[in-house]
Every structure is written in C-alpha cells, then in structure tokens.
C-alpha cells in the first residue's frame, strides 16, 4: 500500500456518486442476470466507458467513481483507486472490499446507483486486512445489516482494527474502525448465497490474510467467466523491514505467488485497479477476458520480489543496515 492520496468529504463522495448516470444502449455481451433489485441499474456498455472517463488522471482511495458491470452480475463500486465488487442475486448480494473508512458513503451510494438495495447484501468479504481495503467495513456491515467472512489471519487484525505487529509494514498501517466477523473460513472453503458461489484461496504474498477470491459470472445469453479476485502482490514494507532476516515472510510470499500464478482465471480483478490495468482493459485499450492474467500477474510480482532481495543482498546494503 501506499500513503492514503486525496481523501475528499463524505458528504461530496456520496453527491458525486449518487449522480443520475447517462442512457445508452446496452451490450449483450455485458448484459447482467437478472437479479431482485435491478430496477434502474446501468446499462452495460456505458457504465465502464463513464467510469474509465471519471478516473482518467485520478487514482486517489477516496476519488469518486460510478459503479460499473465487470460481467453478468459483477460489479465495480469501489473509488478510482481502490476496488470494491459486488455481485448480485435473487437471494440477495455479496460485497468484497470497501476501501477508507471515508470511502463508505461512496461505496453504498454506488450500489444505489447500480440499481441495487444495500439492505440486501449478505456477506462482506475482504481481500486483505489493511486499512485501504477494510477501513469501510465496519461502516458497511452496520448499514447493510450483513455478515463477515475471513480467513483466520485476517478476522484477527480485523475485529481489533490494529496492524498485526509481524506485517512487513507495521508502522505505517493506520488503525481502522473494528469489524466483527461472524465466519472464519478455512483455505479453499466455498461461501454461497443463492445461485452465487464463491471459494477463498489464501494467497499470502501481500499479507497475512491475504485472501484471493473466484466466482462464476454469467450473462443472460449463458456465457460465463471465472472471475478472480486476486489480492495484492505488491511486497513493501517499512524502510527498516528486511524479507532476508524473516525467511518465514519469504516463504509465504513465494506461496502467495504460486497459488495465484494457479487460480481459475478467466477475468482478472485486483484491489488496486491499476495493478491489473484494469480500466484500461475496460475501456477496450487491452483484453479484458484473458485466461492467463493471474499467471502474468504473479509473474511480474514475482519478479519484482526477486529484485528487492537481490538488492537487501547486495554489500552496500548490508553496510546500511549495520
């Protein structure tokens, strides 16, 4: 994570994102299943090119953005920097994610503008357990009335609201509203709502609880997409944080990697937008459906990660830290 840019009001994130979003005509290819609440919800088509154009030139955690259909019942309702998806169904709704604390308005108000009733999401899920991304939920699981799902590693950090002393970061993780969870998953456990089903992989590369999640999402001309939502792979740390003197934090990096380099993947999805460009590919400039993203993804982390040990390694940065 980086420093918290930008954090606007409230009150003119939920004015911003609760503004009357523009007609245009819909695309089947991105036509949503119908679902309970979906009276006024956007037309597929305009909804992503309206949140491409919002974001341009912005990435703030707190920068208003309009929600957007991903795919078939999956939405983006998070800011320009930080995602937050919903997807929806009959029997009602699954959040993952919500952002700053002061994100929280932005987030209910877009599923509003989505067409979809707040009141009827279930679950709250989270993809890690730092502030950019679970400061919102406490907030969120009081509006909304739903329950919390969490890897053990994560419900810890979230119900306390405190950085866990060991993260690589700690000391410049903000403490956040406590969240309480009300179902610790297991590795590999499904969660299902309805005719929604989703399973937690923990991916450990960027956290502890670091939580990457896949689902089904179909249109209603019966096409369907494995969505991932693969967590953070960024490993940063605090400047004094060394990985070489905690092969353990390694160890669960290089797992972390692996098992997201190995998700179902048909639509890749990442907490930061940006880190898996993905605007850019809804706005049509890269392949949004690409089988091998996660792989690409993990990749590219990996490599990175490689890097900074080469670099903790090298003479000159032994002497510094002496």
């Excluded at 290819?29 to 956007?42: D, H, I, Q, V």
């Excluded at 699954?94 to 994100?103: F, H, K, T, W």
């Excluded at 939580?211 to 999402?217: A, V």
């Excluded at 990096?253 to 993947?265: D, K, Q, S």
């Amino acid at each position: 994570m980086n420093r918290l840019p930008n954090i606007l009001a409230p009150a003119l994130l939920l004015a911003a994102c609760s503004a009357s979003p523009g007609a245009a005509a819909s695309s089947p290819e991105t036509a949503s299943a119908n679902t309970a609440n979906n009276a006024g919800a956007l037309p597929a088509g305009t909804d992503a090119a309206r949140l491409v154009a919002a974001c341009k030139d912005h990435d703030g955690w707190a920068y208003p953005a309009p929600p957007a259909r991903l795919f078939g019942n999956s939405w983006y309702v998070g800011t320009c920097g930080i995602s937050a998806i919903l997807i929806t169904g009959k029997q009602g709704h699954v959040l993952i994610d919500g952002g700053v604390p002061e994100a929280a308005p932005l987030v209910l108000a877009n599923i509003k503008a989505a067409g979809f009733n707040p009141k009827d999401v279930r679950w709250i899920l989270s993809t890690h357990e730092h502030f950019d991304h679970a400061g919102a939920l406490g907030a969120l699981q009081r509006e909304t009335g739903a329950r919390v799902a969490a890897l053990p590693a994560a419900a810890q950090v979230l119900e306390s609201g405190k950085a866990d002393a060991a993260d690589p970061q700690f000391g410049q993780l903000d403490a956040f509203p406590p969240v309480h969870v009300d179902r610790r998953l297991t590795d590999g456990e499904k969660l299902t709502l309805g005719t929604i089903t989703l399973t937690a992989h923990s991916t450990p590369a960027h956290a502890a609880g670091s939580t990457s999640w896949t689902w089904r999402s179909c249109d209603d001309a019966g096409k369907c997409l494995t969505i991932a939502y693969a967590d953070s792979v960024s490993a940063i740390s605090v400047k004094s944080y060394r990985f070489t003197d905690h092969p353990e934090r390694i160890a669960a990096v290089r797992e972390g990697y692996a098992r997201i380099a190995e998700l179902p993947c048909d639509l890749l999805v990442s907490p930061h937008p940006g880190a898996s460009d993905l605007f850019a590919r809804l706005a049509g400039t890269a392949p949004l459906v690409d089988p091998t993203a996660c792989r690409k993804y993990a990749a590219a982390a990996h490599a990175r990660f490689d890097q900074r040990l080469a670099e903790e390694a090298a003479p000159e940065a032994k002497e510094t830290h002496s």
